[in-house]
């Protein structure tokens, strides 16, 4: 069947009151333009299931829908896309705001050049794609009007909220068990969208296939940190007051 007759029937099930997951006039018309075929293989580009792809996830077109349909990209906007894939969603963004205005990250590197390549191939060979570690952004192109970040955390990571706009939005699956589709200002104030689940961000040094043990490992760390900055200022050094009075 005509790929352009099945991604049409693609956004209309999505549109439907039974999956009710794609609302967004501006998200709806670039999802009937982008090519899905180009990122996914063609005899299975329309169906709405997840697939594998170099230890990630390739996102079912429901759950990308859900994402941009919150999301709610502008012409007039910049926006990143922190977890690349294969770059689909990327497309339906940069269809939306523009491929030049469009940027996107991913910290494994085969993806990174898959996204690249299957942008190219799509018609969006402008979008910049890079490899960078998901929790601390691309500042250099910041600010950003909204920012997707397609991987599960605990809480919205500091540097993609200082790399918003004043008025700017990251959409993010948060929650350490549940998590929820969220909308953060650059203040911090949160939006929920209902229950998600979505595989937890990696950064440096880990592998998909040892997500738990390193995800606490980082938690850890992080949890750590945020507790030594909070002691007040008679905590933070000890005084030997043996010494301090020779």
């Known amino acids: 069947m005509d790929p352009a ?4 029937d693609m ?5 439907h009151e039974s999956k009710g997951c794609l609302g967004d006039e501006q998200v709806s018309l670039a999802m ?7 990122f996914v293989e063609e ?11 170099h230890g990630t996830r390739v996102l079912a077109p ?13 012409p007039d906007e910049r926006a990143l896309v922190v977890g690349a894939g294969v770059g689909y969603t990327v497309a339906v963004i940069a269809e939306v705001v523009g491929a030049t205005d469009t940027h996107a990250i991913d910290i494994n590197r085969q993806l990174v050049y898959e996204a690249r390549s299957n942008l190219s191939t799509a018609g969006y060979s402008e979008v910049l794609v890079d490899r960078r570690d998901g929790a601390e952004g691309l500042a250099a192109y910041a600010p950003y009007d909204c ?21 700017g939005r990251l959409v993010a699956p948060l929650g350490a068990g549940t998590q929820t589709l969220s ?8 939006e929920r969208h209902g229950t998600v689940a979505f595989q937890p961000m990696l950064v440096d040094g880990e592998s998909p ?6 995800r606490t490992h980082r938690e850890d760390r992080e949890f750590a940190r945020k507790h030594a900055e909070s002691r007040p200022g008679w905590e933070q050094d000890w005084i030997d007051w043996d010494d301090a009075r020779r």
């Not at 007759?5 to 049409?8: F, P, S």
């Not at 009937?32 to 180009?38: I, M």
Request: glycine fraction near 2%; aromatic fraction near 2%; charged fraction near 35%.
């Open 183 to 190: 909308v953060v200002s650059r203040d911090g104030e949160i």
């Open 11 to 15: 956004v209309d099930s999505l549109e």
């Open 147 to 167: 920012i997707l970040l397609e991987a599960g955390v605990v809480e919205p990571p500091r540097a993609l909220l200082e790399q918003l706009t004043s008025d």
């Open 32 to 38: 009937r333009s982008v090519e899905r075929e180009a």
């Open 5 to 8: 007759v099945l991604r049409e």
């Open 209 to 214: 296939h040892e997500v738990e043990r390193n």
């Open 43 to 53: 005899e299975a580009a329309y169906a709405d299931r997840t697939f594998e792809r």
């Open 62 to 74: 429901s759950t990308a829908a859900r994402l941009l349909d919150v999301l709610a990209p502008r």
